[in-house]
């Protein structure tokens, strides 16, 4: 499942900092969002969501703020570990349609 | 483990070759999808299968074809490729749209490989 070979963004933080990881969605009626870790040898695993009328969501170490006026995401990451060292795509999903349209994606390396 | 099996996990084959990559899900779902990740574009959505009816083909070349002989499982039958498929093909399902089902759920992948 790793994104081997691909020209991604890479983002990288000490242990223990915090993370932000950004995407740009591309539809404006778009009105469901996720985020997804794809860890190497295997496929994207979801980690947070948000409906578009909620600006912020938090789960456990990580949040994601929603920006409709700009039509941006992003992902927070607390106390960023090593086993956070991934590959991150956002999702964006409309109107009950049975597709989920990906961002590009952004690696995040965690130094020791 | 996820509760979507793909299996192989990597396979090479020739342009002139015939294989088939198979997809098996646990988990009671009723949609299932093909996705294809490679090096210039990540995640393309290739296929929709909802209760077994292909409800989207995102103008995939005729060299792929899928077949979901029921909610459980979904095959990619490949031939005559081209060194440009050469990706990794990842199966997703989902209860129902993703937007209550929240998201997919992902197989692990097959790394294609044409040669």
């Known amino acids: 499942g790793e994104s081997v070979g691909l020209h991604l963004p890479t983002l990288s933080v000490q242990e223990g900092d915090n993370s932000i990881i950004n995407c740009a969605y591309s539809?404006?009626?778009?009105?469901?969002f996720i985020w997804y870790k794809q860890e190497s040898g295997k496929g994207p695993q979801f980690i947070i969501d948000?409906?578009?009328?909620?600006d912020k969501r938090q789960g456990q170490r990580v949040t994601v703020l929603l920006n409709k006026t700009v039509k941006h995401l992003s992902l927070q990451i607390a106390a960023t570990q090593p086993g956070d060292s991934a590959v991150y795509f956002c999702?964006?999903?409309?109107?009950?349609?049975?597709?989920?349209?990906f961002g590009s994606g952004t690696r995040l390396l965690v130094r020791p | 483990e996820t509760g979507v099996t793909q299996t192989p996990r990597h396979l090479v084959m020739g342009m002139t070759n015939k294989k088939s990559l198979k997809c098996e899900q646990h988990?009671?779902?009723?949609?299932m999808y093909w996705y294809k990740q490679s090096a210039k574009k990540p995640l393309e959505l290739m296929f929709v299968?909802?209760?077994?009816?292909?409800?989207e083909n995102n103008s995939v070349p005729s060299r792929f074809s899928p077949e979901c002989p029921n909610s459980s499982h979904l095959f990619l039958h490949l031939h005559t490729l081209q060194p440009e498929d050469s990706a990794l093909y990842l199966c997703?399902?989902?209860?129902?749209?993703?937007?209550?089902?929240?998201?997919?759920?992902f197989g692990s992948g097959t790394r294609l490989t044409v040669v």
């Open positions: 999702a964006e999903n409309m109107d009950s349609s049975y597709k989920l349209i």
């Open positions: 948000i409906r578009s009328n909620m």
């Open positions: 299968y909802n209760f077994k009816e292909q409800t």
């Open positions: 997703a399902s989902s209860q129902e749209n993703p937007g209550r089902s929240y998201g997919y759920t």
């Open positions: 539809n404006s009626a778009s009105d469901y």
């Open positions: 988990l009671g779902h009723n949609a």
